[in-house]
């Protein structure tokens, strides 16, 4: 439904970006599921969730054909603080590109399993945008000011193992092995002490995450300036035509 399909076995709940065609790409409606899907983890019988994405990419980001992206900024900080505040471990199964929205959504997580194939990247600036779903807030706390400035301003693209050399993910592990390797972790996590889990949540977060929610609201105003500027337009068309984009500031 929309973009997202899930499942309930055994304590784990298994929610998909389920949009390969478009690299699992968002747009408002999806993210909206995606909320709702996450939510479904507050009850009793969940114990994990695991976010995945379908086909070979986790996600590439926002979805720049402009259909169904109204509030699309609001719906992906709602999906961020769900993901933060969850009372159950939220572990991000990362094959292939975890790029714009779809880096902030894995970085939300409380653990990353990625593939030594997949990589990272926040292409905003390759657009004329800024980042969005609060990783101005996530990607310093994780891997410190510096490199998190690389990644904002150079686009740069960065390999699964140096996002684990960086601190930025938790797991490591060769293509062949990470189904077994996430669904291993996520059965780990499934049979501990989940109220346990819930405090060690909610005090990393007071201590590493404080100033998220205004972060994120800076990001989601940033946007809304920056959607109207040429530079954007340019971006886009750029995007779309496959060529480097020539951007005059404006």
Same mark, same amino acid.
């Given at each position: 439904?929309?973009?997202?399909?899930?499942?309930?076995?055994?304590?784990?709940?298994?929610?998909?970006?389920?949009?390969?065609?478009?690299?699992?790409?968002?747009?408002?409606? $999806?993210?909206?599921?995606?909320?709702?899907?996450?939510?479904?983890?507050?009850?009793?019988?969940?114990?994990?969730?695991?976010?995945?994405?379908?086909?070979?990419?986790?996600?590439?980001?926002?979805?720049?054909?402009?259909?169904?992206?109204?509030?699309?900024?609001?719906?992906?900080?709602?999906?961020?603080?769900?993901?933060?505040?969850?009372?159950?471990?939220?572990?991000?199964?990362?094959?292939?590109?975890?790029?714009?929205?779809?880096?902030?959504?894995?970085?939300?997580?409380?653990?990353?399993?990625?593939?030594?194939?997949?990589?990272?990247?926040?292409?905003?600036?390759?657009?004329?945008?800024?980042?969005?779903?609060?990783?101005?807030?996530?990607?310093?706390?994780?891997?410190?000011?510096?490199?998190?400035?690389?990644?904002?301003?150079?686009?740069?693209?960065?390999?699964?193992?140096?996002?684990?050399?960086?601190?930025?993910?938790?797991?490591?592990?060769?293509?062949?092995?990470?189904?077994?390797?996430?669904?291993?972790?996520?059965?780990?996590?499934?049979?501990?002490?989940?109220? *346990?889990?819930?405090?060690?949540?909610?005090? $990393?977060?007071?201590?590493?995450?404080?100033?998220? *929610?205004?972060?994120?609201?800076?990001?989601?105003?940033?946007?809304?300036?920056?959607?109207?500027?040429?530079?954007?337009?340019?971006?886009?068309?750029?995007?779309?035509?496959?060529?480097?984009?020539?951007?005059?500031?404006?």
């Amino acid at each position: 439904m929309n973009g997202i399909s899930s499942s309930l076995d055994g304590g784990v709940l298994r929610i998909a970006l389920d949009r390969p065609e478009k690299l699992n790409a968002v747009n408002t409606p $999806m993210l909206q599921e995606l909320r709702a899907r996450i939510d479904d983890g507050a009850d009793a019988s969940v114990r994990v969730v695991t976010l995945t994405g379908a086909g070979r990419a986790f996600c590439s980001g926002g979805d720049l054909t402009g259909a169904d992206t109204d509030d699309a900024a609001l719906a992906a900080n709602e999906v961020v603080q769900a993901v933060v505040t969850h009372p159950k471990p939220v572990v991000a199964g990362v094959r292939g590109a975890a790029a714009g929205f779809g880096c902030s959504l894995a970085l939300a997580c409380d653990l990353v399993v990625a593939e030594r194939s997949a990589y990272f990247q926040l292409a905003f600036t390759r657009i004329g945008l800024m980042l969005d779903g609060g990783a101005s807030a996530l990607l310093p706390a994780a891997i410190g000011r510096a490199r998190a400035a690389r990644m904002a301003l150079l686009a740069e693209r960065i390999s699964a193992a140096t996002a684990f050399e960086w601190g930025m993910i938790s797991h490591l592990v060769n293509d062949d092995d990470f189904d077994a390797q996430l669904e291993s972790l996520a059965q780990a996590l499934a049979t501990g002490p989940t109220r *346990s889990y819930q405090w060690i949540k909610q005090a $990393m977060a007071a201590s590493t995450l404080a100033e998220l *929610s205004q972060a994120q609201t800076l990001e989601a105003e940033g946007q809304e300036a920056l959607v109207h500027t040429s530079d954007f337009r340019e971006g886009v068309r750029a995007f779309r035509q496959r060529r480097k984009p020539v951007f005059r500031g404006c």
